[in-house]
């Protein structure tokens, strides 16, 4: 069983910066991508950030792309999201997800954590 959980949510200004992390545990395979979505009130859940399992490989939405960082730590098993420049449309609950083949997805992940909210007030 493999469980994500997230923290670091909480709120901020717009303008303002966030760091969430989300950590690992449970029987994984060694090369998983993980990634970050987000679901605001009445839309769909939308893709924010992935890694791969080197670091070597990352990608972004569009809406975040030059102000949101992942990155990962292996020894620790845990996946971070710094995000910079917050604006209040990227208020959502943020979710962290693991997808066990290697190669970055946009939309196929098969485990996900519970979420931690992130509000930007203007």
Request: a positive charge; one cysteine or more; aromatic letters at 12%.
């Amino acid at each position: 069983q493999v469980q994500l959980v997230e923290s670091g949510g909480g709120l901020v200004q717009a303008g303002g910066s966030l760091s969430l992390s989300c950590v690992v545990s449970g029987r994984t395979f060694t090369t998983h991508v993980l990634g970050w979505f987000r679901q605001a009130p009445g839309k769909e859940r939308s893709f924010v950030a992935a890694i791969s399992w080197s670091g070597r490989a990352t990608a972004y939405g569009n809406s975040v792309k030059g102000r949101f960082t992942i990155s990962r730590d292996n020894a620790k098993n845990t996946v971070y999201l710094q995000m910079n420049s917050l604006k209040p449309e990227d208020t959502a609950v943020y979710y962290c997800a693991l997808r066990e083949a290697p190669s970055i997805s946009y939309t196929s992940y098969d485990y996900w954590g519970q979420g931690t909210q992130v509000t930007v007030s203007s």
